[in-house]
């Protein structure tokens, strides 16, 4: 059973500061990471996708892998109150056909508070 | 910008009808998705696509089954509603095995 844990929050923190959000996975086949936000009520929506290990910015967002770990972070700068929202974690095998599932973390849910 | 539509954002049914959720995607994805969310479990896979016609069940099959004729489309089908069938339900899509996902709107089904 290949398994995506991240811990549930809630994790709060001072708009301005950063916002550090952690995942591990079970699979060592996994090939594709990716971070969902997702509001209240909505759909879940990428921010960041990261494929090999080390750092991948992209605004004030920056995904962080270690394979070796079997470790995948986000971190937030500059966090803001619109940044308020479950974060998932996903996690895909490099396995084609029946095998390429698409797994995500229960999410952790962030709040920023002003 | 990729579209993933699904038929209905709030559906509610009775306990026993056969019910069909359709998804349709417009970017010729080889892969889709259905998931369930519910509160404290988080997204829990119910059936994968990875082509036209196959199928993969997910972590929680049970109860439902799914369609794929053609490569846009991916339906789940409850075959009988049941009152644990209420939640949210997420198809998402994506070009091809390794990349990113992108999801519908969500339907919030409720079975009474």
């Known amino acids: 059973q290949k398994e995506v844990e991240q811990n549930s929050g809630p994790l709060s923190v001072p708009e301005g500061a950063i916002a550090s959000l952690n995942c591990t996975y079970s699979?060592?086949?996994?090939?594709?990471f990716f971070w969902y936000r997702q509001y209240s009520g909505k759909s879940p929506e990428l921010i960041m996708s990261?494929?090999?290990?080390g750092d991948k910015e992209d605004g004030r967002f920056t995904a962080q892998l270690n394979k070796a770990s079997q470790y995948v972070s986000l971190l937030i700068r500059d966090s803001q109150p619109s940044d308020s929202a479950t974060y998932l974690c996903a996690v895909s095998g490099n396995y084609g056909g029946s095998q390429g599932n698409l797994i995500f973390g229960k999410g952790t849910k962030l709040s920023v508070k002003p | 910008d990729v579209k993933v539509t699904q038929s209905s954002r709030y559906l509610v049914k009775r306990t026993g009808e056969k019910v069909f959720l359709e998804c349709v995607q417009d970017?010729?994805?080889?892969?889709m998705f259905w998931y369930r969310q519910d509160p404290g479990l988080g997204l829990r896979l119910i059936y994968f696509s990875y082509d036209v016609k196959m199928k993969e069940k997910g972590d929680i099959p049970e109860g439902y089954s799914v369609s794929r004729e053609k490569k846009e489309r991916f339906s789940l089908i409850l075959e009988s509603a049941s009152t644990n069938q209420t939640s949210m339900y997420l198809c998402?899509?994506?070009?091809?095995?390794?990349?990113?996902?992108?999801f519908g709107q969500g339907t919030r089904l409720t079975v009474v």
């Open positions: 970017m010729d994805h080889e892969n």
């Open positions: 998402a899509s994506r070009v091809e095995v390794n990349t990113e996902a992108f």
């Open positions: 990261i494929y090999s290990n």
């Open positions: 699979d060592r086949g996994s090939q594709s």
